[in-house]
């Protein structure tokens, strides 16, 4: 599913109004009208019911007098709470203001803290509750009495509806403007947007639920929307076919630079990810008193023992030795359980440089190129960093509250600046691409939470980059089932805490088939 900046959907408004003579009347029409159905589809039928709304004074709060116009058509009782004073209203909002004054549906202005008390009382009598009151337009902090009745909304038991996206809530960054609605049911016009997906997007919003308000499909098309959200039916059919007549060759071989002496489960838990999603061969790399716990912990895979490497951590002595060794092979994962040493950055800093075949950066070898970020743009092939927002902020110098608060932007210009493939993780995880497409991942639950989970991550892009899946689908593919496999994990098992990391590895057969 396309998503749409609040610029990018008033370009979209803007081109259906003047290029093709669809009014911004009927605009506003549709979303009332698409707004009461998806209201009435979670929460039945309106007849009898007090429904309270909250209006604006700009285009969202005349959605809502629409809403209240066609909760009175299905025998409501609307209260309509108008945050401005009327003659404030204007264009397509101020013609609906007109219909709710000629219909005498209850209206009452609230234009500073004298009138709240009204709103309180009405609040505890309302069974549903309308958000109506910013919309996606919201560019300032919200403070002063607003923020109180945003307060007030958000006390209220009833039911809580927002239209287009929880008032307060910044629609491309998903990051509440000093204070937002939180929503049971948000019911968006046209197309969603990122905010409802990312940062705290997803608390806020609830039950997310698009409705089409008329903007003709070759205006979409044309918008040059370059944002999705990662949904089953863009993912399903991208997992590479396995003929009959294959074999272990016809499915990569991975290399994995992993593990140090303390450390030796990341590199477990990478490999076994990219044996479980199908990468025919494994080879971890790993200094050479090492190896014997990597055979016996995991006899499917094999390993390169690094003879220079003695101390435990992988070195610089062995990169001849290495390059020699991937000169044949698909793709390389390089970083989990590394360690920190400056030898193994010498290495790492030189593979990235001088192999042009594909590599998965995570972890230890993230915070080793940190020192100097710049080399990152001189890869010698396709390059995916797989950063949580504490090695994020390490790889930009900013804080890890930035990259919280601006995660899709910060994202997408990181990748577009140096030119590699970026993996966001965290609650709602970005995929960026170096030409600017992102991504917004729709699956995963706090399970995740746990050690080794993003070497399991690493590992499963790493695999399908061996199988010889393109760098943007391999990520796309791989976050989106790395997180549908928390969650039927979670379902299957009713855990809420305790995810074992190699559990999640051992989880991903299914999902691959699920999703063919």
């Known amino acids: 599913m ?55 004074r700009g285009n969202n709060g005349g959605d809502g007098l629409v809403i209240a116009r066609h909760v009175l058509q299905r025998g409501g009782m609307p209260f309509v709470f108008l945050l401005a004073e009327p003659e404030q209203i204007t264009g397509a909002a101020a013609v609906n203001l ?8 209850p209206l009452h202005p609230v234009t500073g803290k004298e009138e ?8 505890a009598q309302s069974d549903l509750i309308i958000d109506a009151i910013f919309g996606i337009g919201l560019t300032r902090p919200v403070n002063g009495y607003l923020a109180q009745v945003i307060e007030m909304i958000n006390r209220a038991a009833a039911p809580m509806v927002s239209i287009d996206i929880a008032s307060g809530l910044d629609s491309d960054r998903g990051v509440p403007r000093g204070i937002s609605i939180k929503a049971d049911l948000t019911v968006t016009c046209g197309l969603a947007k990122p905010g409802h997906f990312t940062g705290l997007g997803p608390e806020m919003t609830g039950t997310l639920v698009v ?64 044996l479980r999603s199908g990468s025919g061969l494994v080879t971890i790399c790993s200094p050479a008193d090492l190896s014997a716990v990597f055979e016996t912990a995991l006899p499917e895979a094999m390993t390169l023992p690094l003879p220079s490497s003695d101390k435990g951590y992988a070195t610089d002595r ?71 927002p504490g090695e994020m902020a390490r790889l930009t110098g900013k804080s890890s509250r930035e990259i919280q608060e601006n995660r899709l932007e910060i994202a997408r210009e990181f990748a577009r600046t140096h030119q590699v493939f970026l993996v966001l993780k965290g609650a709602g995880t970005i ?8 991504a917004i991942n729709s699956t995963g639950n706090p399970i995740l939470a746990s050690g080794g989970s ?35 994990l979670s379902e299957e098992l009713g855990m809420r805490t305790g995810l074992l990391a190699s559990e999640l590895a051992d989880k991903l057969p299914a999902i691959i088939s699920e999703l063919v």
């Open 431 to 438: 995929i960026a691409a170096p030409d600017g497409r992102g």
């Open 211 to 274: 409705v089409d308000i008329g903007i003709p499909p070759r205006i979409v098309e044309a918008g040059d929307l370059q944002i999705e959200v990662l949904e089953n039916h863009s993912i399903s059919g991208l997992a590479p076919e396995r003929a009959p007549a294959s074999h272990k060759g016809s499915y990569g071989h991975l290399a994995v630079l992993a593990g140090s002496r303390g450390k030796t489960g990341a590199a477990l838990l990478c490999a076994r990810a990219a």
């Open 2 to 56: 396309k998503l749409a900046y609040a610029e990018q959907m008033r370009r979209l408004d803007n081109e259906t109004i003047e290029t093709c003579g669809i009014p911004d009347l009927v605009l506003m029409e549709n979303a009332g009208i698409g707004a009461v159905q998806a209201i009435m589809e979670m929460y039945g039928e309106l007849e009898g019911r007090t429904v309270m709304i909250a209006a604006g």
């Open 318 to 388: 062995d990169s001849q030795l290495l390059t020699d060794f991937l000169a044949d092979k698909q793709a390389l994962v390089m970083g989990p359980g590394l360690g920190a040493d400056e030898a193994t950055g010498r290495l790492v800093a030189e593979l990235y440089r001088e192999l042009p075949l594909p590599m998965v950066i995570d972890a230890d070898g993230l915070n080793l190129l940190a020192d100097d970020p710049d080399r990152l743009k001189n890869g010698a092939g396709p390059r995916i960093l797989t950063p949580h």
């Open 98 to 105: 007109k219909i709710v004054e000629n219909l005498n549906i």
């Open 454 to 488: 993003g070497d399991v991550l690493a590992g499963f892009i790493g695999s399908l980059l061996a199988q010889g899946m393109n760098p943007w689908n391999a990520a796309r593919l791989a976050v989106y089932a790395h997180g549908l496999a928390a969650d039927r």
């Open 116 to 123: 709240l008390q009204g709103l309180e009382n009405q609040l």
